[in-house]
């Protein structure tokens, strides 16, 4: 990443539209998925997981900018305990469309930080960090010079999200009950059915609107 200046990494951003980029294959989520399922079992082993794409430096950055996007907290573990930058590991290598505008925007991060505080990303204290990814997390409060970074960063929050609810944790975070036996159907939660305003009709098991 140390290679590449401000407009190569706007050029490799620019090369696909962002929106297109990070689309991707359900096979390969799974695939994806259970790669990081595997690496968290081997890192618990005591064995580290070597990236398949990503430089070392690359790594880091991962690592640190998925974390205070989706951090650890009292209700669950983050993006790096529910092996998001493994998952992104895989994807990226699996798909070149989604490669190329995910290393330049983490190098349009580096030399934006660099630009400000003479650093790259994963050197800067949390507060320069902060500061960069407040001016490009909100697409309608962003200045135009910063347009690009707004197109990686936002990108790669969905990404983010993708890999950590798509994982072992992130569906126990979100309480998903499926998969299990049911041993009689009552219906719809009388509460649910006020919240959408419908309501079963007596001769008709189908909830529609009073």
Not at 79 to 96: H, L, T, Y
Not at 124 to 143: F, G, H, N, Q, Y
Not at 184 to 196: Q, R, S, T
């Amino acid at each position: 990443m140390g290679d590449l200046n401000r407009r190569q990494a706007v050029e490799l951003l620019a090369v696909a539209p962002l929106a297109a980029a990070f689309r991707w294959a359900p096979e390969s989520v799974r695939q994806a998925v259970a790669l990081a399922r595997d690496a968290h079992q081997a890192a618990a082993a005591g064995a580290a997981y070597e990236p398949k794409l990503f430089t070392a430096h690359e790594w880091d950055t991962v690592k640190i900018l998925v974390d205070l996007i989706l951090p650890a907290d009292e209700r669950s573990g983050g993006a790096v305990d529910a092996g998001v930058p493994e998952f992104m590991d895989f994807m990226c290598e699996d798909d070149a469309d989604l490669r190329t505008p995910v290393r330049g925007g983490l190098a349009w991060l580096d030399h934006e930080c660099e630009a400000r505080f003479g650093k790259v990303f994963v050197a800067c204290a949390e507060a320069e960090r902060t500061a960069v990814l407040d001016d490009i997390a909100w697409p309608k409060k962003a200045s135009p010079a910063h347009s690009q970074g707004v197109a990686f960063f936002n990108s790669f929050r969905d990404f983010t999200a993708s890999g950590f609810f798509s994982s072992k944790l992130g569906v126990q975070d979100l309480g998903y009950v499926g998969n299990t036996f049911v041993a009689a159907w009552n219906g719809c939660p009388p509460e649910a059915l006020a919240k959408l305003g419908v309501s079963y009709d007596v001769m008709n098991t189908h909830p529609h609107r009073d």
